[in-house]
């Protein structure tokens, strides 16, 4: 089974719109944290939000924030007043506490914002 | 500032040439990890590291050879037994089994095989 799965392989979004992408991820551990990464064209890997499997307040980092709810084992960014800067991939992934040395991605997300 | 450096950016090479993509961190991570990207794809693990002279293979490591004789370094060979070379490679790092840290990347190398 994929540990983390996003089944949005491209989204659109208005400019200064708001717009959620999402992420479900499987695993047996209690302990594990999920990541949110975006990769604007050039490639490189921008880490922007984490959530803690123990967080009971959802993680907010600026105009991301990540509606995390454990029991559907959801983890969905949302990117709030959205720019023309926002258009890239963004990949979601997961960090076990038991084998916590391997990192799941999931396939990515296009995002591309629209003038 | 701390972070992680591959180099060279840009990489052309022969079929048939083995080549070496070099990945240094000043982080003091324990743990380094190399990824395979093809255009429009998801990150695939090719090998990762979690203590010197030690790694272990990921999803897709045939054709490919990695060392790991310092901290600091993780040199990654793309050898002439990698079928469809030309990708997008990145390496990263992480401390040691803390699910609360997040994977550190470096720019990429790209290399293209002819």
């Known amino acids: 089974a994929q540990k983390i799965t996003q089944t949005q392989p491209g989204m659109f979004v208005q400019e200064k719109e708001a717009v959620t992408l999402d992420c479900t991820y499987d695993?047996?551990?209690?302990?594990?944290?999920l990541f949110w990464y975006k990769q604007p064209s050039s490639g490189e890997m921008i880490f922007l939000i984490y959530?803690?499997?123990?967080?009971?307040q959802n993680a907010t980092e600026g105009r991301y924030s990540l509606n995390f709810q454990k029991a559907r084992k959801s983890a969905n960014l949302v990117i709030s007043a959205s720019q023309l800067g926002d258009s890239a991939m963004y990949f979601c992934?997961?960090?076990?506490?038991?084998?916590?040395?391997?990192?799941?991605f999931g396939t990515g997300t296009s995002l591309t914002v629209i003038p | 500032d701390g972070g992680i450096t591959q180099s060279p950016k840009y990489l052309f090479r022969k079929e048939g040439q083995n080549v070496t993509l070099s990945c240094e961190q000043n982080?003091?991570?324990?743990?380094m990890y190399w990824y395979r990207q093809d255009p429009g794809q998801g990150l695939r693990l090719i090998y990762y590291?979690?203590?010197?002279?030690?790694?272990q293979k990921g999803d897709i490591a045939e054709g490919y050879s990695v060392s790991r004789e310092k901290k600091e370094s993780f040199p990654l060979t793309v050898t002439s037994a990698q079928k469809n070379p030309t990708a997008f490679y990145l390496c990263?790092?992480?401390?040691?089994?803390?699910?609360?840290?997040?994977?550190?990347f470096g720019n990429g190398t790209r290399l293209t095989v002819t």
């Open positions: 992934a997961m960090r076990e506490g038991n084998t916590g040395n391997q990192f799941y």
């Open positions: 695993t047996s551990d209690q302990s594990y944290g």
């Open positions: 959530q803690g499997s123990y967080d009971e």
């Open positions: 982080l003091n991570h324990d743990a």
């Open positions: 590291s979690q203590i010197v002279n030690d790694f």
């Open positions: 990263a790092s992480a401390p040691l089994v803390s699910y609360n840290s997040p994977l550190h």
